[in-house]
């Protein structure tokens, strides 16, 4: 027999039983999780392991091999004289997994197939707070149909497309509600790009960078695994995810995890939200710019916006040489991180707070007085034992966890995946 079904949820409150399409989709699922975590094993040991019926896995195997989403890899044998069992792995190397970014100054894009194997990686100096939100998406759009063109070279057509933007999402709409940085309002981004991909039907989704960051780090990262955890983005302005006992905090609305808008100064400098104070005047890459280089800062109509690598180059030369107005703005801003880190702490009580963005590349700077000033203002003292730690995911850590949250979304419903294609030689015929 099959695994117990589980009940649902019905409007009224009432618990229902799964349909058997649903049921279906759920043992789909719970398969290809199996394999993904547990690598190549037979039929048997998949029932054995998952609890379902063997004739019931044979038939889910059927299902998920015509979709192409796993592959035989030989025998296995049970035992010195048990008969042979073969074995099946995980494969969907022909399904995509499409992450990409749009910041303040790039498009950063990471693409991989169901395996893991990355197709496409690559980030693309933009300057989408100076072109608008129409130039921007048209240009999101043209970089998306390139990148898709590439995955399709590489064998692979995306199923799914994430796009991270750094702002208030609400992502069952795909809306980004509030984008102070890119000064977007109301803007339904998912739509936008459909139209923009023409008749490419490929699912899109949009969600906060710093929410696709934070998962990226909490399976890949530096921390990985760490359950209670808070991810910085170091970009222009700052985001903040939230691991809490694994799972990513999101809010009853979605809108959780907008650190960079707590306020630390009422005296300060006004935010790109419109609010005096911001941590993210204090903190954020265009703060730390504006002191450090004044005459390069964000906004000046005369200065080109290049790729943030090279900004941040610039300002590590400048410690590297020595520059006193350098080396004061980085350690302020390394003060001020510790300062809104210990807020962080006395809230969630993560074990580890990762930086990433600009913040990982000046960490050797940064962290010791961040640490310092965090220790001394977190309420529970060393008990909370709270570290920074630098990510080592670069620019492109929003892009790759929208990836893997495509991957997370194909897992969840295999049946988004239709038949595997069919192979075939140069005069045509079915291999």
Not at 189 to 197: G, I, T
Not at 366 to 373: G, H, N, R
């Amino acid at each position: 027999m099959t695994q117990r079904q589980s009940p649902t949820r019905s409007a009224n409150g009432l618990a229902q039983p799964l349909g058997h399409a649903s049921l279906r989709r759920a043992n789909l699922a719970l398969v290809l999780r199996h394999l993904r975590e547990e690598g190549s094993c037979s039929r048997a040991d998949i029932a054995d392991s998952t609890g379902l019926h063997r004739a019931t896995v044979s038939n889910l195997m059927a299902e998920l091999l015509d979709r192409g989403l796993v592959r035989e890899v030989g025998t296995e044998r049970a035992g010195a004289i048990g008969r042979p069992r073969r074995a099946v792995a995980l494969d969907g190397s022909h399904v995509g997994a499409l992450g990409m970014e749009i910041n303040v100054d790039y498009i950063a894009v990471h693409g991989t197939d169901l395996s893991g194997r990355v197709l496409v990686e690559r980030r693309i100096g933009f300057d989408a707070m100076g072109q608008g939100p129409d130039r921007s998406l048209a240009e999101l759009g043209r970089v998306t149909r390139r990148v898709i063109g590439d995955m399709k070279r590489a064998g692979a057509s995306p199923g799914g497309i994430v796009v991270g933007v750094p702002g208030l999402v609400d992502s069952g709409r795909g809306v980004v509600a509030f984008a102070p940085n890119l000064g977007w309002h109301g803007l339904p981004v998912a739509d936008r790009l459909r139209e923009e991909l023409g008749g490419l039907r490929v699912p899109v989704t949009v969600d906060n960078d710093a929410n696709l960051a934070a998962l990226a780090e909490f399976t890949s990262g530096v921390a990985a695994g760490t359950a209670d955890m808070v991810s910085l983005t170091g970009e222009v302005g700052v985001g903040g995810g939230i691991i809490v006992g694994g799972r990513l905090l999101r809010g009853a609305d979605g809108f959780s995890g907008e650190v960079g808008h707590l306020p630390v100064d009422p005296g300060g400098a006004r935010c790109g939200c419109g609010r005096v104070g911001c941590w993210e005047t204090k903190v954020g890459f265009a703060a730390l710019v504006r002191s450090a280089t004044p005459d390069q800062a964000y906004g000046l109509d005369t200065v080109p916006t290049p790729d943030p690598e090279e900004r941040v180059r610039e300002i590590a030369r400048g410690l590297a040489d020595g520059d006193e107005r350098t080396m004061g703005a980085v350690a302020e801003v390394g003060r001020w991180l510790g300062l809104g880190g210990s807020i962080l702490v006395n809230l969630f009580n993560p074990r580890v707070i990762v930086i990433g963005g600009y913040f990982a590349r000046l960490a050797e700077q940064l962290i010791p007085p961040a640490q310092a000033e965090l220790e001394q203002l977190v309420i529970a003292g060393p008990a909370a034992r709270c570290r920074f730690m630098a990510s080592n995911l670069g620019f492109g850590a929003a892009s790759r966890g929208a990836a893997s949250m495509v991957v997370d979304h194909i897992m969840d419903d295999p049946t988004a995946i239709g038949s595997a294609p069919v192979a075939h030689n140069i005069a045509g015929q079915r291999l």
